[in-house]
């Protein structure tokens, strides 16, 4: 593939357009919040940042059964036609996920990839206009069709797939998800012009549970479930981080340290970045060699969430003397306004849930391969 052909830009223009995500924070967070592991990398003799959010497919752990979805949903790229839902819990791996089946899929299978949902109608079918490199585009909606509808007919005869791959699908306005519903209609009569996989928060059930929906959610083909992780699941995550960043040793975390994240991470990945990189600060603040429970405690009082059974009881981080030790380092490398900034709520950090949603058993004839960890049905209208 080279630089500019359209899969490229696709996911290039896409991606990095803090300014059009209005209304929603995630990915401005995810794509542009340091942390500040830097200034403990030397202490614990790490090579990168362990715990950054951003989706980096290098840190990509495949346990707790990403990596069987990411084959599944690969498989479903290549192979299925219709539309496909991936729902989980905000900081759970969607958008990576999304990306690393992106970044894998064959040469013949082109993908159009929307970072930010808050399009309208027009919108929509302007970025996929776009992105499969259409240029000056007529004014009117029917023109921007046909024009659409013709390229996606050349592809097809030149034996491309269009996969469009919708992230924060939970937060589109209706008339635009009936727009791709509009979109999956288009065929040659034996095949599908375009693919589609939406991404989401639960809620994108919801929607999808919208009277006015029934149409789309009709065409529904697959919809995966991707769980919390579990206890063990936790360990062997922060574990393969850690290694991927350059750690050799025996342990970092002491077992108790790690109970303590499983307590207060409610096994969702980026939370566990956030817990585990502060619970390293504070080690580091501490002078310590490794992560020990309290660093952990003090680290989940970092983030002004509620923590499981401790409703209202959220400290201030400047209140914690732990972290006033933390700070005074950062004041003096000049980062304490950063610091501050890190500490912001993370989005959607709602309760937590000890309970792990488990995949449903696969039951969809579409498929041909082991799916029985991966894919569930649809879920029933
Ligand atoms: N399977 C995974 N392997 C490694 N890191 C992960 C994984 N899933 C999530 N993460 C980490 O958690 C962060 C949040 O994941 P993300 O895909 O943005 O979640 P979501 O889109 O569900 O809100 C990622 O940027 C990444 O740092
Ligand atoms: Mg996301």
């Known amino acids: 593939m080279t630089p500019h052909s359209p899969r490229h830009n696709a996911l290039t223009e896409n991606e990095y357009k803090p300014q059009r995500q209005t209304g929603f924070g995630c990915h401005q967070i995810d794509l542009y919040t340091p942390n500040m592991s830097s200034l403990y990398l030397d202490h614990?003799?790490?090579?990168?940042?362990?715990?950054?959010?951003?989706?980096?497919?290098?840190?990509?752990?495949?346990?707790?059964?990403?990596?069987?979805?990411?084959?599944?949903?690969?498989?479903?790229?290549?192979?299925?036609?219709?539309?496909?839902?991936m729902v989980a819990?905000?900081?759970?791996?969607?958008?990576?996920?999304?990306?690393?089946?992106?970044?894998?899929?064959?040469?013949?299978?082109?993908?159009?990839?929307?970072?930010?949902?808050f399009f309208s109608r027009d919108e929509i079918i302007e970025a996929i206009s776009r992105d499969l490199g259409l240029t000056g585009l007529v004014a009117s909606m029917e023109g921007k069709l046909a024009a659409?509808?013709?390229?996606?007919?050349?592809?097809?005869?030149s034996g491309q797939r269009v996969l469009l791959v919708i992230d924060e699908a939970h937060t589109m306005p209706i008339e635009s998800l009936e727009e791709v519903r509009l979109l999956s209609n288009i065929e040659t009569g034996q095949h599908k012009l375009v693919n589609i996989m939406l991404f989401g928060q639960p809620e994108l059930d919801?929607?999808?549970?919208?009277?006015?929906?029934?149409?789309?959610?009709?065409?529904?083909?697959?919809?995966?479930?991707?769980?919390?992780?579990?206890?063990?699941?936790?360990?062997?995550?922060?574990?393969?981080r850690l290694r991927a960043a350059g750690w050799t040793s025996a342990r970092l975390f002491s077992p108790q340290a790690l109970a303590q994240l499983v307590k207060v991470s409610d096994g969702r990945a980026r939370r566990i970045n956030l817990l585990s990189d502060k619970a390293l600060l504070a080690a580091y603040a501490q002078g310590k060699e490794s992560v020990d429970e309290h660093h952990v405690i003090s680290a989940a009082r970092e983030l002004p969430t509620v923590r499981p059974g401790a409703a209202g009881n959220v400290q201030?981080?400047?209140?914690?003397?732990?972290?006033?030790?933390?700070?005074?380092?950062?004041?003096?490398?000049?980062?304490?306004?950063?610091?501050?900034?890190?500490?912001?709520?993370?989005?959607?950090?709602?309760?937590?849930a000890s309970t792990a949603e488990k995949m449903q058993p696969a039951s969809s004839p579409t498929l041909h391969f082991d799916t029985s960890l991966t894919l569930g049905p649809r879920r029933a209208n």
């Open 89 to 117: 819990e905000v900081g759970s791996g969607k958008t990576l996920l999304s990306r690393l089946m992106i970044g894998k899929l064959p040469a013949d299978v082109c993908a159009v990839y929307l970072a930010n949902p």
């Open 148 to 157: 659409l509808q013709h390229e996606l007919l050349r592809r097809h005869a």
């Open 316 to 352: 201030q981080p400047w209140a914690n003397p732990v972290w006033q030790i933390a700070a005074a380092s950062l004041a003096a490398a000049g980062l304490y306004g950063l610091f501050l900034w890190a500490s912001l709520p993370i989005p959607g950090g709602g309760t937590a």
């Open 44 to 85: 614990f003799g790490l090579k990168r940042p362990p715990f950054q959010i951003t989706p980096d497919p290098d840190f990509f752990f495949s346990g707790g059964r990403r990596g069987d979805i990411l084959s599944a949903l690969l498989h479903v790229a290549t192979h299925d036609e219709g539309i496909t839902t």
């Open 206 to 240: 919801d929607l999808l549970a919208e009277p006015k929906l029934r149409q789309l959610r009709d065409r529904v083909i697959h919809r995966f479930d991707l769980a919390r992780l579990h206890a063990d699941e936790i360990g062997a995550y922060i574990d393969h």
